[in-house]
Nanobody
Framework: EVQLVESGGGLVQPGGSLRLSCAAS????????MTWVRQAPGKGLDWVSF????????FYADPVRGRFTTSRDDAKNTVFLHLNSLKTEDTAVYYC???????????WGQGTQVTVSS
């Protein structure tokens, strides 16, 4: 079965950090560009970050640039999103997906909840 499974979310205080993981099963991630998006309560999906298939190019949305970093470990068939200096407005469900906004998305994970609160 083809799956993307996110993990690593949780409750963290403002200024804290988390590392989200997106692990693939049933297929190999290495040929795919990868995207992270998030959905805040009552809002639509917001694009967060992109990493290309060889990990050589990354892009970030303005609200997270300088605080979030995406990386990949193809040996582990996993993509990561490192969240630093978290703010209350980062509270959302975070999803990973194969592909990009320009080529379309093939597979989606189920999401992992990140809550930033004191």
């Amino acid at each position: 079965e083809v799956q993307l499974v996110e993990s690593g979310g949780g409750l963290v205080q403002p200024g804290g950090s988390l590392r989200l993981s997106c692990a693939a099963s049933g297929f190999t991630l290495s040929p795919y560009d990868m995207t992270w998006v998030r959905q805040a309560p009552g809002k639509g999906l917001d694009w967060v970050s992109f990493i290309n298939s060889d990990g050589g190019r990354t892009f970030y949305a303005d609200p997270v640039r300088g605080r979030f970093t995406t990386s990949r470990d193809d040996a582990k068939n996993t993509v990561f999103l490192h969240l630093n200096s978290l703010k209350t407005e980062d509270t959302a469900v975070y999803y990973c997906a194969t592909g990009s906004s320009s080529t379309g998305y093939n597979y989606w994970g189920q999401g992992t909840q990140v809550t930033v609160s004191s």
